[in-house]
């Protein structure tokens, strides 16, 4: 199985991912879930998290709370779409088994130090602070780096918290920064794809009828979250961000993109936290990113679906 952490911000559609991931133990061997302030606050998002791994029946997976804040700018947290606790749909509690000993950003820098060369995929879903801030620390952290995978960005239909920009890149766009300079190897998972691949109420359906605990989180869950988008930005059905990047990683062959340079606007401004994307090769300046267009939707419901049917 493939050796990954998941830096995370849970967030309703990040709770669906975490569910995907850990459902996938054949494929995923997910090390860590380490947490980031982004669509609530870190208390939050970390409990969120924890949450999750009880759901899913994981002991064996810490969890580790990392950075409260953005790097530079304003705080800013995306209640409105996720829920003031983070999780619409569901009611929230207390997980009995606490948070790992230390900070995220020093797990990254261990781990990564540790690690076999380029043998570690690391997953963002939310605001990439973590990673940048152990990158920043440490750059001898990239030789354990294989891949990172990022949902967030945005390119030919715009973002979604600015006309520009996605949140998670908006959420911190100094951070950001820091990673597509790194020279990484990255596949990025922009709103380009995920408000191709909707839910629909058959999809969400099915995902009830499984009839276990996971299936019924996560359509409750989607029932309340896709409401704000298919309102706001007028879809047919609501996107699952965060999950379709764990559907990249689990069946790679069933999505579509290219490499192109991409760098974020970090000036204030009306494009602050753009992924300015060089998607016909314009500028000359150096590929560093996949930027995925295109997904096969109704195979990754369906593998969705599968999947948690594995869950408790
Ligand atoms: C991203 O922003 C967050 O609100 C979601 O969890 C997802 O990671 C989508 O723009
Ligand atoms: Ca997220």
Same mark, same amino acid.
């Given at each position: 199985p493939l050796p990954l952490i998941i830096d995370t911000d849970p967030g309703a559609d990040d709770v669906i991912a975490l569910l995907l991931a850990l459902s996938a133990r054949d494929k995923l061997d997910v090390r860590a879930l380490t947490t980031v302030a982004g669509n609530v606050q870190l208390n939050k998002t970390s409990r969120n998290a924890r949450m999750v791994r009880e759901w899913a029946n994981r002991p064996d997976v810490p969890v580790y709370a990392g950075s409260p804040r953005p790097m530079l700018r304003t705080p800013i947290y995306a209640a409105e779409v996720h829920g003031a606790e983070g999780v619409t749909g569901v009611q929230v509690f207390e997980p009995k088994q606490p948070l790992a000993k230390g900070h995220a950003v020093q797990y990254l820098i261990e781990t990564l130090l540790a690690a076999p060369p380029q043998s570690m995929t690391v997953v963002t879903l939310g605001p990439q602070t973590n990673l940048a801030m152990a990158l920043i620390e440490n750059p001898g952290i990239r030789q354990g780096i294989k891949e990172v995978v990022m949902m967030g960005g945005a390119h030919f239909n715009g973002g979604n918290i600015t006309p520009a920009a996605e949140f998670n890149v908006f959420a911190d766009p100094h951070a950001s920064d820091v990673v597509f300079k790194s020279s990484l190897p990255i596949t990025v998972i922009p709103l380009d794809v995920t408000h191709k691949m909707l839910t629909s109420p058959e999809r969400i359906a099915g995902l009830r009828n499984i009839g276990n605990k996971a299936g019924k989180t996560a359509a409750d869950i989607l029932d309340a979250y896709v409401a704000?988008?298919?309102?706001?930005?007028?879809?047919?059905? !609501? $996107?699952?961000?965060? %999950? /379709?990047?764990?559907? &990249?990683?689990?069946?790679?062959?069933?999505?579509?993109?290219?490499?192109?340079?991409?760098?974020?606007?970090?000036?204030? !401004? $009306?494009?602050?936290? %753009? /992924?300015?994307?060089? &998607?016909?090769?314009?500028?000359?300046?150096?590929?560093?990113?996949r930027w995925i267009t295109d997904g096969d939707t109704q195979g990754f419901f369906d593998l969705l679906t599968a999947q948690l049917a594995k869950l408790p």
């Open positions: 704000h988008d298919i309102k706001q930005y007028g879809l047919p059905g !609501g $996107p699952v961000h965060d %999950a /379709t990047t764990i559907g &990249y990683l689990l069946r790679p062959e069933m999505f579509k993109g290219r490499m192109v340079n991409v760098e974020v606007d970090t000036r204030e !401004g $009306p494009t602050f936290g %753009a /992924t300015v994307v060089d &998607y016909y090769h314009s500028s000359k300046r150096p590929e560093n990113a």
